[in-house]
């Protein structure tokens, strides 16, 4: 019996099991350049990492005093995102081979993101995983986003197991802040490798600094296992 069987794991999908972020930059760049807005940068971006797309919006809506609807604003970039994340989103090939090895020892698998439905779907299927993980939650599904530990149960409940059975893979403070709330252990793996030493990483059970650059597929099955 693998030593594995007993855990479950969750990902994070943005930043966590793929690139995703540049074609999120470039959907909200888009969307605000056509707002009138056109000094929008990559460092403006890392601000709203692991934050979901509607509160990214309505954030917006405050700081830049866009008028146009919140719903129709998030089916623009919602639209634009798709239309990239379908043709150019990259796997992060440490993390397809935690996934096979995974896969390789039983263990129960789903992602629970910020993302909308569509977006998790069109993204699994354009890169494969959806071979492996075929269990996800959305934060359209759920009452509140992260750092809410709302996602991540629900996915809990999905796999059939307990929250204290699980570990989530995060990218993002939210994240992280969220798999803690959930009572989860937490593999963290920032996205920006100068947020290391934020206190939501710090409480990380398993803390990769250097971020995906870092993240090594079997050393973490390792952990994983006690070895």
């Known amino acids: 019996m693998s030593a594995l069987n007993d855990t479950s794991v969750i990902f994070d999908l943005d930043g966590t099991l793929v ?32 934050i979901s797309t509607q509160e990214t919006l309505a954030r917006w809506k405050e700081l830049y005093g866009l008028s146009a609807p919140l719903p129709e604003l998030l089916a623009d970039k919602n639209r634009r995102y798709l239309e990239l994340a379908r043709t150019s989103t990259r796997v992060y090939p440490q993390m397809a081979a935690f996934v096979e090895l995974l896969h390789e020892a039983g263990v129960p698998m789903a992602v629970a993101s ?12 354009g890169t494969g995983l959806d071979a492996y993980l075929k269990t996800f939650v959305s934060a359209d599904q759920v009452a509140r986003g992260k750092p809410a530990p709302d996602v991540f149960l629900a996915a809990a409940e999905l796999l059939g197991t307990g929250p204290e ?24 793996i920032p996205y920006v490798p100068a947020q290391a030493d934020d206190p939501a990483f710090a409480a990380a059970d ?11 597929a079997r050393a973490v099955v390792d952990w994983l296992a006690g070895r």
């Open 165 to 188: 059975r699980c570990v989530v893979l995060e990218d993002a403070v939210p994240g992280a802040l969220a798999a803690k709330a959930a009572g989860m252990r937490c593999v963290a």
């Open 19 to 50: 690139d995703s972020e540049p074609n999120y930059f470039e959907a909200g760049r888009q969307l605000l350049a056509e707002q009138g807005v056109t000094d929008f940068t990559w460092q403006d971006h890392e601000t709203y990492v692991g």
């Open 206 to 216: 398993l803390l990769v600094r250097g971020g995906q650059a870092e993240f090594s």
């Open 114 to 125: 910020g993302s909308s439905r569509a977006a998790i779907e069109a993204i699994l299927a």
